[in-house]
């Protein structure tokens, strides 16, 4: 390559750094909840390329929260054991024993997560809802009925989190929970990853999922919503809009928002940098759901 | 019961409160760490037993921090996966399916424990030494036996586990650490222990064994000894007069004591109430490895 | 003693201090008013035993605030100058004079307090509510009749005793105020305990007296009263079901519960241990007045 | 008076206030150890001007320390309970019932000072040594001869005179201190000040005595010393140079400068403001014994 | 002069300091703002007499923040580049050379201030309102007439005069703002007084003025008001009884008082230690403006 | 452009952000002095790019401190008044009118910068070292020879910049002191930097100029230096193989590492982006002059 064209591309490097210099500002200190699962948590370069956004994001001053699922691995390991797993309306039929397997390979993953972010020299710690009672939850039943050990989040105990972001760490969740008599509950990601936003009054959420975003219709790519506010989301649930597999998703959304937290994404994993573009361009990605005050 | 013994018992019940009063105060503030393992991890009632000991610590003011192993359950789940666990000079060989089973176990152990606790108004945190890079570790060669990912410590980083202790929360760790790479290790939880406490200068090391206490000779029940200064338990390791099974625990307690922690008790972890009763009274029980400028 | 007894013996006491676990950490960082009179001050094995228990208070983390008087004493000296003691519905009238040596001999009691709680290990320091100005009292009347320098209490200044409490001292007060032209002036300890428990906004205030608690007639061993709320103390007093002695004390621990104290005891200073027993069982003792809302 | 005149007062005042500017910047945040005792306590002119010249010293920013006496009081209130006052070498012979005696007068004299700086709008406590174990003392013989429980000071806990320092309070302590077994022990309070000094690194130490300062030969009001380094002091100490009374007060002086006082001060209690002349004015009053190594 | 007269004088003068305390006392930690001009900002004596004034009164515990503007130096400076002053309505006609020449002067106005006060040995800041962007302004018009670079203050930033009032230092800030375009204006440094003490809720604001005071009628030296209620003043300015000059200076202090400053003076920048007078004597100078509830 | 060019375009800024995490976590919260001057100060282009990198330092988490110069102006607003400029080996001959020019200039263009940078999104504050008495000097003589106001620095005190730096300000400091007896200097910017760099013991000095860097033969392109050890420099000057021009600014930067600044820079102020290169890539840029003990 030519002197002169090396120049330039050092220069236009430059100008990138220096475009992001607003975002920088803007977010500086502010608490973004990630959730993390899905293709980017299988895919090899994906998982890298989110571990070095979520890095980028806590270098230059925000406080990044991680919470993350672990579903196929469950699975597997329950074969291991000679168990079956069962699912309804989209829940994991929880016994003892698959409880005991969930939070084993949770931890796993959990710890897994950790030492990924060590080794891109940011400080990481990997809890389960049980450390510092963290998590509190009751039993979930689904339309009546007993799944086992799923639990309904009534209750995010802040204060172990804030330690850890005050003192520089990222905070690596799974979702685990006990209720009031210390039993161990597995919990839906989503719902976790949403409550915690919600009482840390995070600035973003941000969902990384295996599709581009919210469509109206799934099977109409054109059907994309890139924002939607909360009011107009409410309105659409309310009207049966949504279809079966994204309105849990969408629900989730609109509660986060409607409890506080400021802006909710969902984003493809699939697509390389999707929390870095997110962040740090003004091109929307994937769909944003906004308060209905806001103005955008 | 009569009104008058039942006062009597009162009465008694508060002597012994007052009675615990010097041990309180001289240990207020002062780290205490705990090898928990053996029998008092397995038997649920010794288990419940250990937990409350070590609330009571921390309710009174010291500083306990847990180190903890999980032998069987390794083994347990290694044959589920169709694994055959192998020790070569009392190591497990840990190829790569073993470390990954290893870890899911010590983490699902960890926060077993750390529910526990909890559950009895403590405020903990499970950690493995990945949280924050606490262990480092190098590859171990036994004889210059490769015996896989078995790791020598080689750094204790103290930060998240201070973090932790000013915060008011019991850490509560596993022995896993990280080379320099960020690859996995298993690490003998002794070894842990003792390099943990010598990182934060503690006050006591006491390891829940399932024996009474450092025999001469194992088979003399009357060889128990109560009290050793360090340098007397040097010179019957250069004489050769430990046995086996023995040695490589008593070169831990020396290398704590030689590495700054004022003493190192070994205890019966098959005896209810063995840490209180070690901290709380004068009757010296199992054995005591003390410094040996100090005097008794 | 067989060694199998002993060893009984020891592991009983193990659990009488594993008993205590709840209430230690209940009350852990909550202040407690005593108020410190009667036989327990005069008698020297009640005396030893008030301050152990005190210092057992202090060394598990709970904040005791001690309040003195020093009645006898006074009466005492007054006749080595050759005056009369006079009282006047229970309080003493107060002359110049009488006032300089009710000064000189609390501040010696108060002083004796604290070197007693200073040989047990626990810090304390030893103050008058004219250090910082503590107590401000403004001339009391009774009945309309001048008794000399006798205070009523207008304002606790809570700022010493809070930064000697947050440096790990307990506060030893003994009950003298100025009024706002600095005058000294003597004050009925059951009150200055009583303010400074409100003005704390004490857990517990607990007044040591010279009865087992409150009798609704005192002739009556069998009308103790061990738990009587706010209201229904009230009550009594308006229907005058009160006698004299007694009225005054009820009046007080009213006056402290409305003010915001959480539970006020009427403890036996003459039982060993009292206050441990108070503190540390779920056993009533004594006469306990609480708020109406609560549930007990 | 005329407008002219006033006006001319008027402005030689604010003149008086910016001459002092050198000095208040230059003690700012230092301590001032004073040692107050003699006509200076009696008489009550004295006594009030002493107290306006330590609460200046403490508005414009010093840290003032007050070490107090109270001599005459203890004789009269002995004889009070039939006892007689006597002294070896200076030294008050102390039996146990004039130990009671002395520490009751000494609490009074020292909540009286208390009092009357609060009356200025200063903060302060009063402390004996017993109050956080300040002082601690072991039995003093006089040429082998038991003069009772007189104590000879052994070490200044300064815990508790910084925690009140540093929240704005100006300790007013009485020469009381208690030994290893916590028994209650007379000290001179002229040693208790300079100890105390010495133990708080203070920037000068200031006597406040009834002669105008140290005269060479008493007889001659013309051997009045101004300054005198350390060194020389010494020299006329071993020379026999310094006649009875003089003595201990010019050795106590010297061991002040030694242990690290860094000007020491031998001021005339009876003049009012002599406090006030010392800090504010460099003209040298009374007489001033300094580090050899300083350059007047 | 004889020894006697020396006495007495030094005397006098301690008594002097003593007349100070309760003043010292009072003022302690507050914020006075002092609004510096006119002859006592060319007059070298008046100059040094403020600048020990201002630095008695932080010595002493206050916290003075200066104000000043530098009126006959810009026109000066103007002249040297060719420039006309031209003025409306008492405003400098301010286009955008001027504006530079007027920063250039200001700034050197301002830091020559910052030195002198150095000189004294207390710690001075100079800031512009660019620094940490403290003063925000937007275009003043007059009577609709565009005057150029001359701004209406919007909003105080007050973090960085905390900042550097909380690290000893003291702020001296000249008239200069911003518009929300980073455009500088020129600021009429009363208003920039007046608002500053509004801003950090001063004690007090002191006008150094070359008058006396306010006077009813400028001719009519008897006339000269003392104390003057917010209310009272208002009532003057609607019955348009105040005069062209003085009617925008007496508009401002109302605006203070109305704003939060306690108290605002009109002081004689001509006298020697007017400051200091008014600070620290109960002889009303000048003129006072004060709340309409307070009490005199 | 396509959205599939969009979409590459995109990725690839993320990629140039990923890149720059090591850069940024390795110089988080370290100091870096920067010598502003030349071209970059003149042209408008180079200067928003300069104030843009400086911000974007800041906002990653750096803490830069800016000295700068002011030559150009100076001379200029000296004709204003008729003054002539007359250097001597550089150094501006600096009579009493000159350093009130210089100090007017250099105010200007200092709070100039501020502006800028307010208007980025960061804070800043300016500072001559008058403030907090910032830079102490004694007169510089050239040769013997007396060139006027003209300062050798003796002192920097860090206090004020630590201030600013722990609340968030970027120090701008224009190159002014004040000798003991306060009278004003005008100092060399360079030297001013290298003063204040080795005094903070910064990570990095970086000088703003108007070549590539360091020529060995400034007329030979190809003699420039990228890397050269400190005792390289040294041998180089010894040798007098550097030529007069660049001879004191080498010497300037020998003097900042000796004294303990980590590395050096010169960098060529006319090229866009020349700091953030510098510290984001590993490209040397410029010149670097660095520790002979540091390994590349």
Partial sequence: MSDTIKCK???YKANVLIEA????????GKIVVIKYGGSAMVDSELKENVMKNVALLKSVG???VIVH???NEISKWSKYKGLESEFYKGLRVTDAETMEIAEMVLGSVNKGLVGYMESMGVKAVGLSGKDGFTIEVTKKYVDGKDIGFVGDIIKINTDLIY?????????VICPIGMDKDYETYNINADEAAGAIAVALEAEKLAFLTDTEGFYLDFDDKSSLISRISVDEAEKLIEEGKIE???LPKIQNCVSAVKGG???VHILDGRKLHSILLEIFTNKGIGTLIYRSEEIL
């Avoid at 210099?21 to 500086?28: A, R």
């Avoid at 330690?163 to 905070?171: D, E, R, S, V």
Wanted: proline content about 9%; overall charge positive; glycine content about 18%.
């Fill in 9 to 11: 591309e050092v220069e």
């Fill in 21 to 28: 210099l607003p975002y920088i500002q803007k977010f500086k």
């Fill in 62 to 64: 925000m406080l990044p």
């Fill in 69 to 71: 699922g672990g579903g």
């Fill in 163 to 171: 330690t850890l972001l005050n003192n520089g760490y990222i905070p």
């Fill in 244 to 246: 079966g597999g994204m």
């Fill in 261 to 263: 937290v400021k802006r």
